[in-house]
């Protein structure tokens, strides 16, 4: 069993700067890819940015230029730093395990942190 928790979320005017932490234990970290998630009132849980266990790393379009995942495998680890915040990135943002990858559909997703907030106002 892998244990996600997040944290560093918070209130943020528009074109701010936050860094989410997710600190990981009971799993072997270094060997599972990680993704942030986000979900917005009313509407379904979207991938924002995955990191391979190699560093490899994608992004939603909406995101691409302002947030960067990146992972500690020493401090067992994954940070979402996001910057130029917008409205429409307010949401719960969550920390995911994933088998690979590749697997990264929500219904894929091996195990979830329970989420921290970010809200941008405007």
């Known amino acids: 069993q892998v244990q996600l928790v997040e944290s560093g979320g918070g209130l943020v005017q528009t074109g701010g700067s936050l860094r989410l932490s997710c600190a990981a234990s009971?799993?072997?970290?270094?060997?599972?890819?990680m993704g942030w998630y986000r979900q917005a009132p009313g509407k379904q849980r979207e991938l924002v940015a995955r990191i391979s266990s190699r560093g490899s790393t994608n992004y939603a379009d909406s995101v691409k230029g302002r947030f960067t995942i990146s992972r500690d495998n020493v401090r067992i680890t994954v940070y979402l730093q996001m910057n130029s915040l917008k409205p429409e990135d307010t949401a719960v943002y969550y920390c995911?395990?994933?088998?690979?990858?590749?697997?990264?559909?929500?219904?894929?997703?091996?195990?979830w942190g329970k989420g921290t907030l970010v809200t941008v106002s405007s």
């Open positions: 995911a395990a994933l088998k690979s990858y590749f697997s990264y559909e929500v219904p894929e997703v091996d195990y």
């Open positions: 009971g799993g072997t970290f270094s060997s599972y890819a």
